[in-house]
């Protein structure tokens, strides 16, 4: 009896604790704000598709578009309600929100016309009205080069040798991403492939233009550009 008795108790244990775990959800809807100058370069900052991942409070999730273009994700529940969350999920480490840091990419791969919003890190500071609302976190540098040649990469380096992509922690005072001690990952260029399946990127006499993906701020001894051709010819700018 007592052996029967005790695997009728745990029975009904694990019953009541795999219902409590179901309950602690909450349905977030989500969108994204973009300054004008962002939306008109790539329309599709502000958009979202079906299955791509964000984090929310360290914490990976999917989320789904509908038929309307609306997303949504389902995440942890969280008592005090508060919710924050980056885009892509590959941006921001893991680390629960207590310490947040961001990763920006050193190579981005060119995209004609415009930039590649998986580039642009985007962040949610708190969810309203049960609705996370994403904003951009960096700006984008247009280059206009003229020519006729074949770019095949256009490097970009800060005079100052301040970080322009690794890892930065985000300042709420501030509302700028900022560089990690020495210690951490960063360097100070990003670099743009350009290399276009071989093809590279034709220039014309009116000029190409090209787009990167970099920290907000002022640069003030500026940015040292270095473009490189198909045939490995060089040229640098200030």
């Known amino acids: 009896m007592k052996k029967i ?3 009728i108790a745990t029975l009904a244990l694990a019953v009541t604790t795999t219902t409590a775990q179901q309950a602690q959800v909450a349905a977030l809807k989500v969108t994204a704000e973009a300054d004008a100058s962002l939306t008109a370069i790539n329309p599709e900052i502000t958009t979202f598709k079906n299955g791509e991942e964000i984090t929310v409070n360290g914490q990976k999730y999917a989320l789904k578009v509908n038929k309307k273009g609306k997303a949504s994700v389902t995440v942890d529940a969280n008592s005090s309600a508060n919710y924050r969350g980056a885009y892509p999920a590959d941006c921001s480490s893991l680390d629960k929100g207590k310490h947040s840091n961001f990763r920006l990419m050193p190579v981005q791969l060119y995209k004609e016309g415009s930039f590649d919003r998986i580039y642009m890190p985007m962040r949610a500071v708190q969810a309203v009205n049960n609705t996370l609302t994403f904003k951009p976190m960096c700006g984008v540098l247009r ?3 003229a020519g006729d040649a074949a770019v095949n990469c256009i490097k970009v380096v800060d005079n100052n040798g301040i970080y322009l ?3 930065f922690n985000w300042d709420d005072n501030l509302g700028a991403l900022i560089q990690r001690p020495a210690t951490a990952a960063g360097v100070d260029f990003t670099s743009l492939d350009c290399s276009n399946n071989g093809q590279g ?5 009116e000029g190409k233009e090209f787009y990167m993906v970099l920290p907000a701020g002022v640069y003030s001894k500026g940015l040292k550009v270095t ?3 198909r045939s490995h010819h060089t040229m640098t700018v200030d």
């Open 5 to 7: 008795f005790l695997a």
């Open 227 to 229: 473009i490189t051709d």
């Open 165 to 167: 992509s690794g890892y």
């Open 143 to 145: 280059l206009k080069v």
């Open 201 to 205: 990127v034709a220039l014309t006499a």
